[in-house]
């Protein structure tokens, strides 16, 4: 299983980006899926995640301008961001909780990291 981000680049502040992350692979299902992001020198965070009923939580630094949404049919996640700051800048990182089904092994569940993709916002 795969995830593949995009959507990240250059903006300037008070600007917007969509960010995706697609889901690859055999799939049993999809449960949490969720963003971070680390900026330079610093620990990564959570940004915002969204389980498979919808219920989502955010960083306190993005509630009110990030949204989260996922398309279930599509295994997709996006992250809508507007009135990006400065301090926004980082390398955004997608995660899922993905269950897998293996002959040998039955039906289990793992992590599985996307491999970033980075937002600078200018000011």
């Known amino acids: 299983v795969q995830l593949q981000a995009s959507g990240g680049g250059l903006v300037q502040a008070g600007g917007s980006l969509r960010l995706s992350c697609a889901a690859s692979?055999?799939?049993?299902?999809?449960?949490?899926v969720g963003w971070y992001r680390q900026a330079p020198g610093k620990q990564r965070e959570l940004v915002a995640a969204?389980?498979?009923?919808?219920?989502?939580i955010y960083g306190d630094s993005v509630k009110g301008r990030f949204t989260i949404s996922r398309d279930n049919a599509k295994n997709t996640m996006y992250l809508q961001m507007v009135s990006l700051k400065p301090e926004d800048t980082a390398v955004y990182y997608c995660?899922?909780?993905?269950?897998?089904?293996?002959?040998?092994?039955?039906?289990?569940?793992?992590?599985?990291w996307g491999q970033g993709t980075l937002v600078t916002v200018s000011s």
């Open positions: 969204i389980d498979n009923i919808g219920s989502t």
């Open positions: 692979g055999s799939i049993f299902s999809i449960d949490a």
């Open positions: 995660t899922a909780a993905v269950t897998v089904e293996k002959a040998t092994m039955g039906r289990y569940e793992y992590d599985v």
